[in-house]
């Protein structure tokens, strides 16, 4: 099927899907959404930024018109919040008007108002295990009656350390139901998992899981480690577009963001210590531009859709080699082109060579020219940074326009 028109679908969601540009569907959309109308169980893994949330939510968005009004029909659960949020969102664009809203549970957020879409007749929610374990223990939400239980990004959940949740969840669900399961990796702790809450699955995978995109230029910066700030900051200033920075730890996220703030630049942070509301603001300001930088730590390396990010940063490795690809894959979605530039010195070359062997990569080595070496141990000011083959050759420095950041707007 070459566009989303030609699928079996009410004609409701048809107008729904290109009301939101959603035309052509993607290669894990074309081979998912078949089988899961048909009532199969699903288990797909496709690289991130691959559309694997429509995917799940057309299926599901069927489902609903086929099944009883005033019961919670199906439930997809996710690993964080701000996945939860986007989810959430994008069924409300595409749910009829005449369907109540789906009810988003998570921490972070007014239980009151979660309570009250559950009340309201929510045949959707969308929730983290934690928080659903939680209205479950109080016998605040009825799972008796759910058809469809979606498991997005599930690796990830188990990483979290959800697995005792999510196994006192499928404990409640009816045994009668379709499942549907979407995952970056498949490990083998996930592969347990699914075998025991999904039946004869039909299995899609799409791509290699464990390669960046091919529109996402990569590279590695190896220098001394006190001027891994000097590097950072050349980078920003020459491509003044959306930047992703990742940090290893919170505590290393928030003097970064400081520092880039303090520096002039447009800098907002995320990670697991900030509020939900600050959360909420600065993934919202990144989207929309009032921040050119975001700095994370892996809380966002993983379903987060955020669109048009040019270029990633690694300042930090991460721990993993598969969490390598996740933050690469922030950049380079829905056939853009991306940036992915690491920051490397001391023993996190050898990582970096050792991520390269597990990945099957070749990660372009660029080096500071003799010179910028120099004036970085003498100066804060940006340096300059050669390309590659061009040694003799240095970036001129071109002025960024620095707007005013605040990282606890």
């Known amino acids: 099927m070459k566009n989303f028109q030609e699928m079996p679908l009410q004609p409701r969601l048809k107008q729904a899907l290109a009301a939101n540009d959603f035309v052509t569907p993607t290669p894990v959309q074309t081979q998912a959404i078949p089988p899961a109308l048909d009532g199969d169980d699903v288990i797909a893994t496709a690289q991130t930024g691959t559309g694997k949330t429509l995917a799940f939510l057309i299926p599901t968005l069927e489902m609903l018109v086929q099944v009883p009004v005033g019961h919670v029909n199906a439930l997809v659960l996710v690993p964080t919040r701000e996945l939860a949020i986007q989810v959430h969102e994008q069924h409300e664009k595409l749910r009829s008007k005449k369907s109540p809203p789906a009810a988003l549970v998570i921490g972070g957020l007014s239980e009151k108002e979660q309570l009250r879409q559950i009340k309201a007749g929510a045949r959707v929610i969308v929730a983290t295990p934690g928080r659903l374990e939680d209205y479950m223990r109080r016998k605040l939400v009825n799972l008796n009656f759910v058809c469809v239980l979606v498991l997005d990004e599930v690796d990830r959940m188990l990483d979290m350390g959800f697995l005792p949740a999510i196994t006192r969840i499928l404990s409640a669900l009816p045994k009668d139901r379709q499942t549907l399961c979407f995952s970056a990796t498949l490990e083998k702790s996930v592969q347990h998992l699914l075998t025991k809450c999904t039946r004869d699955a039909v299995r899609i995978e799409i791509g290699n899981i464990l390669k960046p995109a091919e529109l996402v230029e990569l590279a590695a910066y190896e220098v001394p480690l006190m001027q891994k700030r ?179 707007a």
Do not use: C, W
Request: aromatic share 6%.
């Open 230 to 408: 000097s590097v950072l900051r050349e980078l920003i200033t020459e491509e003044p577009g959306k930047t992703l920075i990742f940090a290893r730890t919170r505590r290393g996220a928030e003097r970064l963001a400081r520092d880039l703030v303090r520096d002039g630049y447009s800098a907002s942070m995320i990670h697991g210590d900030r509020t939900q509301s600050q959360r909420m603001a600065a993934l919202s300001g990144f989207e929309k531009g009032r921040f050119q930088i975001l700095v994370a730590t892996d809380v966002a390396a993983r379903g987060l859709h955020i669109g048009e990010v040019l270029h990633v940063i690694n300042y930090d490795l991460p721990n993993m080699a598969e969490d390598f690809i996740h933050r690469v894959g922030r950049t380079g979605r829905a056939g853009h082109t991306g940036r992915a530039t690491s920051i490397v010195s001391g023993a996190e070359m050898i990582e970096l060579r050792r991520f390269e062997k597990a990945l099957k990569l070749k990660i372009e080595r660029k080096f500071l020219s003799e010179d910028a070496a120099a004036n970085a141990e003498a100066s804060a000011k940006p340096i300059s940074i050669s390309r590659g083959r061009r040694d003799s050759n240095t970036l001129r420095s071109r002025t960024l326009t620095r707007l005013p950041g605040e990282i606890f």
